[in-house]
Each structure stands twice: as structure tokens, then as C-alpha cells.
């Protein structure tokens, strides 16, 4: 079973809205991780959160951590069409890094 | 900035038959690891590297072989292919475990 769970798996919202998407976990982090993907390509990089804070921002991405629950969100503000795209989150899971099956956004015109 | 490069993009394999994705990476990184992509599935971790030397099975390492005789390179052989193992691969490294990860752009696996 996997160790990050995402939620919703899919989400449409007007351009311009929040974006709201959930990470769940198993076991102890020392990072989560969350990722953008769009199709056909590689994953890109987009925060980076550790088990010590609570939460981090980077320009329109906001992301939450509470280790308590063992979840997470990823918040993208004023969405845009190029936010159309997959997002993972990725957790340290003893020495390898496990991945959720994501959550896929589709922003609307 | 070459960061993690992926061959071949794009292999047709006939069941049976065998070979082997190539992965280098640029970044001096400890840390590399495969993955696979299916639809729906997200991805799945196959093997992995903490360093030169070292490797470990992933969620799903059945019909995969890997090797690290240097830190940059990390190939994934495939034995004898079978048409579950069509997907996309990713080769990914980092610094280490639990930073931030590097992806390559893919390779698309057809086995038929």
C-alpha cells in the first residue's frame, strides 16, 4: 500500500478560484514533498516541508502540514490555466521516497 | 544544465525479449531511484540507491534489475519483458533522502 494518499483525485474549478488538494500519510515523516506534473512530462518540484514547521508558502502555493493528523494541503491561490496539471505529494518513508497517485486540476476558462 | 537524463524516450519490446533504460545524472547526488507511471496508479517506487554500491527493492521490484557502480549512473534492466511492464519509467536523484527530488523526462515502454 502506498504511503501518500491524495485527495481529491480529481478537481475542476473556474480560473481565478483556490485550489484546494489533501495529502494523508502512514507512518513518521522527516519531509513531505509536493510535486507538479504536467502531462507527458516529468515531475517538477514545487515545496518542500518539514516535519518541524506547520506551514510554508511560495508565491501562490501555500502548503500545511499537521503531523498529529500525518496530513497534508497543498493550496494554490487565484488559479490560472497553466495550472492544469497532476500534483503529488511525496513522503520519506524509512530511506526511500514514496509517491501518492496524485490529484489531477483542471482549471476552466 | 543536463540534471537527470533518461534513454531511450520511446522502446517497443517483444514479450520475452530484454534491455535496459539508461539514467545519468550530472549533480553528484546520492541518492537515485526508478519509478514507473501507470494510469491511475501515480507512481510506484521500483528500486532505488543511496549511494555507489547500494541498492534496495522499492513497492513493486518484480522483473527489474539495477546496479550503481558509480554515482552517477543508475540503469534498469528489464530480464524478460511482459506486457505489465508497459508504462512510463522515471528516473529520478537527489541529494538524499527526503530532499528535493530531480525527474528525468521519461521513457515510454511498450511491450507487446
Known amino acids: 500500500s502506498q504511503q501518500g494518499e491524495e485527495d481529491p483525485q480529481a478537481l475542476s474549478i473556474q480560473e481565478g478560484e483556490n485550489a484546494t488538494m489533501n495529502c494523508s500519510y502512514k507512518?513518521?515523516?522527516?519531509?513531505l514533498q509536493w510535486y507538479r506534473q504536467n502531462s507527458g512530462r516529468g515531475l517538477v518540484h514545487l515545496i518542500l516541508?518539514?516535519?518541524?514547521?506547520r506551514e510554508k508558502h511560495s508565491g501562490r502555493l501555500r502548503v500545511t502540514l499537521d503531523t498529529s493528523k500525518k496530513s497534508s494541503s497543498l493550496l494554490i491561490t487565484a488559479s490560472r490555466a497553466a495550472d492544469t496539471a497532476s500534483y503529488f505529494c511525496?513522503?520519506?518513508?524509512?530511506?526511500?521516497?514514496?509517491f501518492g497517485k496524485g490529484t489531477r486540476l483542471h482549471i476552466l476558462p | 544544465n543536463a540534471g537527470v537524463t533518461q534513454t531511450p524516450k520511446f522502446q517497443v519490446l517483444k514479450t520475452g525479449q530484454s534491455m535496459t533504460l539508461q539514467c545519468a545524472q550530472d549533480?553528484?547526488?546520492?541518492?537515485m531511484s526508478w519509478y514507473r507511471q501507470d494510469p491511475g496508479m501515480g507512481l510506484r517506487l521500483i528500486h532505488y540507491?543511496?549511494?555507489?554500491?547500494?541498492?534496495d527493492q522499492g513497492e513493486v521490484p518484480n522483473g527489474y534489475n539495477v546496479s550503481r557502480s558509480t554515482t552517477e549512473d543508475f540503469p534498469l534492466r528489464l530480464l524478460s519483458a511482459a506486457p505489465s511492464q508497459t508504462s512510463v519509467y522515471f528516473c529520478a536523484s537527489a541529494t538524499g533522502v527526503g530532499n528535493t527530488i530531480y525527474f528525468g523526462e521519461g521513457s515510454w515502454l511498450t511491450v507487446v
Open positions: 549533480m553528484n547526488h546520492e541518492y
Open positions: 540507491s543511496v549511494g555507489a554500491g547500494i541498492t
Open positions: 507512518t513518521s515523516i522527516n519531509n
Open positions: 511525496a513522503t520519506d518513508a524509512g530511506d526511500k521516497i514514496i
Open positions: 516541508i518539514r516535519s518541524n514547521e
